[in-house]
């Protein structure tokens, strides 16, 4: 295919008529060598239409993405899957930096993400020379090839970015050379303040941000280097923007140029200050960098900060992000008495001519509040909001210098106790002012002198505020007494106005803002306080009512945090009004659902939060079945909608959902449920067996004559299972199908004989695959295991029809051998248990496999690692048991060391954490032996085996076993015992001594249980003889 024929297929895929015929086009050219070099020579000629080369680009990122590496196939008998000839890589490889220079951005985009993806694989190694080839366009003297040069550079070290130094080796060699040409040409470009000069500047500070953010590589960046880079750093922060910018619409001024720029430089000092800079914070290779940087730039940087917050503070215009980013920067320096030094004398300043104005409701906020009260709802409650937040900056910082300097706390405290008397405050102000106290609430309820005196504030100052006219202000006393929430009311009266405030601010306020404040203040107050529960009980019902309407208005994700926290604490409360609640929850979910939810994360989030509180509800009523009937109905309609429409980004839900209903029956529609989990499976929910899991095995185990009723039920799960182990799922999904191979042996033993050959094969089918992880083996195992517990003679008969691959030998020799080699793999309670008595069962048979009679002197050594492994598992569980009571809270005052203007704040834990983290790995091997001690996590799906009063004790049934080998095989019975160590039959007597107490213990409780011990006449020996052999 010519390039004209290329470009009218390209054209083709343009418009809906003729797009399905030049897809298929390029699906049957595609393969062809020289067709992707040709794509992108289309791609880069001008005279081509642009919607034209925009469809090639895109095509070529898809084929790069997807093509580019060499995959191997997934079986031997398959093909080698396609990937792009190294002939058309070599041409790609040559050009793809030109295109990237010489494109429109909108075609340049998507260009730099197929040169990453080629970096990704080819560098270094296959392409080594790229870094020449950078090095020669920005060698150039044209600014015209920078821009794309520098987009390139920026692939190559964002490819690095997250990676270990000692990954990184490549990138430093790279950059030795790349490093010090950027530098001269951001030096080059600094006096020149056009815009395409300072997006060039932009780009530089974009590749330097990107190669120092995780690792700063001092043997690349010397100090000399380092020093020339934080002048740069400091002119471009330091510099003003031009006045034209002014003329600006104010929300499109954030993304000039110059202010970006801006952003990046203190982007770059305010990461290097905190990660790199900052004495008694850093790891050990940067202790000697962070003592020389904190004296070699604090006081120039800072000074140069505070001529940015100065603008702020004159009413010039500072973008949001340089504002926050300086704060940042400045919040790290009040733990170093250097930066301190410098900052001191301005706090006053700082406080209340910066601080407090950001803090304060804004001209902004009103428009946003008046216009569009749910987006000022989204971006109040949006955690991300908060990162780039200068008001976030502002709280952040005034929380640093109130809890860790001398008099900031006091000054700050008076100067808003001198605002909110004011007769005639601006009721902004007043806000400002009440939102510093409510920043500061943990502090002050933790010293003495301030935390008597919180509960007459609140009634003094923040209580009238619920009556104000303006909606802010009553969304503020509402946030505060939420700050405030732990406050010790020692008058009742003032607990039962806070609450009734609140409430009333939920259910009666016509302001939408206000509401959500209110939601969030009254459950805090409930949280903290037992009186408040009983307080509040009379009218839980018209709040939940409440909260529901404006979780349905809002959707906001938090709020149904919020419901699920009330509806744990007014658990028997909230049945008489639980399917009313959920009807409604049911309702608002659709309502969210019939959005597009796609376009919106919020939204989804949203819809999670209310079928995570549907399951809490499910769990508060499940021990009342007749509110449990009323509520299916309404939850499988939720269900019914997410599984038959395939709405996947619910399925975790929608199957918890299915668990929570099925954890104490299954009525009929259930089993339909379950029918339609078999049908989402086999379409989409393959991926998510793991999580289809608890449901499984509910509908298995909690009504299992139901479930072995219908032949039918059994064919799906093993047809799942069947499938998740054949087609290489994953280890985890491998492990839990498995898993419930193992719990239906066990469930129904005796009664599925026609299945159980079945099972073996399966199971053992996987372990002829490779098995990367010895938890798969182990589970695989442990299904043969569970059919030698199920039937000895018919698991053998099994294993001597199966042959080993490309053999005639059958597979039992090696499957025992198997098991008894990996008995130290065999960790947690069930699984040691299950294996212990599939040993047990397998020596007490009358007619052994011969293999079995050769490994008889592995049986002992086996069963007493297994043995060792209970006893420490059943320990483990009673102190786990023991050890489940609450912590209890802590009252005490603390008035916290402030630090005196010289000293500086040393976190030893901070400063420790990575380096702790580099150790973790040596320590990985001691930490798995105590995994070993506790429930291993398939443990959760129980079997007959694993309950109360199951009574195959693998104690005991071992030391039957060994007296009945013992008293009718003698023979067998030494081929056993005969050479064991000392230790080792110490260990086996000491195996014997607990079966005596365990079938003591169990006799003991049985008596309890039935009214206890009755004494007729006792008779108290006299002598005790300690020595009488059983």
Known sequence: MDVQQLVEVLQGTIHPDTREMAEKQLNEIHKIIEFTPKLLRVIMEEDKPFPVRQAGVIYLKNMVMQFWQQREPDSPQEPIPFHIHEQDKVAIRQIIIEAIISSPELIRVQLAVCLSVILKYDFPGRWDQVVDQMLHYISMENPQVWYGAFIAIYQLVKNYEYKKPEERGPLHAAMSSLLPMLYARCVQLLPDASEASVLLQKMVLKIFYALIQCNLPLELVTKEVFTQWMQVLQTIVDRPVPEATLQINLDERPELAWWKCKKWALHILARVFERYGSPGNVTKEYVKFSDWYIKAFTVNTVNILFKVLDQFRQKQYVAPRVLQQSLNYLNTGVSHAAAWKIMKPHMQILVQEILFPLMCYTDEDDELWNEDPYEYIRIKFDVFEDFISPVMAAQTILHSCASKRKEVLQKTMGFCMQVLTEPNANPRQKDGALHVIGSLADILLKKKIYKEQMENMLVNHVFPEFHSQLGYMRARANWVVHSFNEVKYKNKQNLEMALQLTRTGLIEDKEMPVKVEAAFAIQMLITSHDKAKEIVQPQIKEIIQALLHVIRETENDDLTGVMQKLIYTYGEDIIPIA????????????????????????????????????????????????????????????????????????????????????????????????????????????????????????????????????????????????????????????????????????????????????????????????????????????????????????????????????????????????????????????????????????????????????????????????????????????????????????????????????????????????????????????????????????????????????????????????????????????????????????????????????????????????????????????????????
């Open 579 to 1030: 399917v009313e609640i959920t009807q409604h929850l049911a309702t608002t979910f659709t309502q969210v659902l019939d959005a597009d939810i796609e376009q919106s994360d919020d939204k989804a989030i949203t819809a999670m939060g209310i079928l995570n509180t549907i399951e809490t509800i499910l769990n508060v009523v499940e021990e009342k079945k007749e509110i449990v009937l009323q509520l299916e109905g309404i939850v499988l309609d939720v269900v019914g909608v997410v599984l038959q429409n395939s709405v996947i980004d619910f399925y975790e839900e929608v199957l918890a959902l299915i668990f929570s209903m099925t954890c104490t029956h299954i009525s009929p529609p259930l089993w339909q449920v379950f029918q339609m989990m078999y049908e989402t499976f086999q379409d989409d929910m393959y991926d998510y067996f793991v999580d289809m899991m608890p449901a499984l095995h509910n509908f298995v185990t909690t009504d299992p004559n139901a479930f072995i009723s219908n032949p039918k039920h059994l064919e799906i799960i093993y047809n799942m299972c069947k499938k998740v182990l054949a087609e290489d799922a994953g280890e985890d999904p491998e492990c839990h199908a498995a898993k419930l191979l193992e719990v239906i042996l066990l469930q129904f033993k005796g009664r599925i004989d026609q299945v159980v050959p079945l099972f073996i094969e399966v199971a053992l089918n996987r372990l002829t695959r490779e098995v990367k992880s010895t938890e798969l083996r182990q589970m695989c195992l442990q299904v043969v295991v569970a059919a030698l517990y199920y039937n000895p003679m018919l698991l053998l008969a099994t294993l001597e029809k199966m042959t080993i691959p490309n053999t005639n030998e059958a597979v039992t020799a090696q499957f025992i051998k198997q098991w008894l080699h990996d008995t130290d793999c065999f960790l947690g309670l069930h699984d040691r248990k299950i294996c212990v008595l599939g040993l047990c069962a397998l020596m007490s048979l009358p007619q052994r496999p011969p293999i079995v009679d050769e490994c008889a002197q592995q049986f002992m050594p086996s069963l007493l690692i297994l043995f060792r492994g209970l006893k420490r598992a059943y320990e483990c569980r009673a102190l786990a048991e023991e050890d489940s009571s609450d912590e209890e809270e802590d009252d005490s005052d603390f008035d916290g060391e402030v630090l005196e203007s010289d000293e500086d704040e040393i976190d030893d834990e901070g400063a420790d954490y990575l380096e702790r983290l580099e150790k973790a790995a040596a320590c990985r091997k001691d930490e798995e032996e105590d995994d070993a001690y506790e429930e291993t996590a398939l443990e959760g799906y129980n079997t007959p085996l694993d309950e109360e009063d199951c009574s195959d004790d693998e104690y005991v049934i071992f030391k039957l076993v060994m007296q009945e080998i013992q008293a009718n095989n003698p023979v067998w019975y030494n081929a056993l015992t005969s050479h064991l160590t000392e230790d080792q039959q110490k260990e086996l007597q000491e195996v014997v001594v607990l079966a005596d107490q365990r079938t003591a213990a169990k006799e003991s409780k049985r008596i309890e249980e039935q009214g206890g011990y009755q004494f007729q006449n006792p008779t108290v020996p006299t002598t005790f003889n300690f020595g009488a052999s059983l």
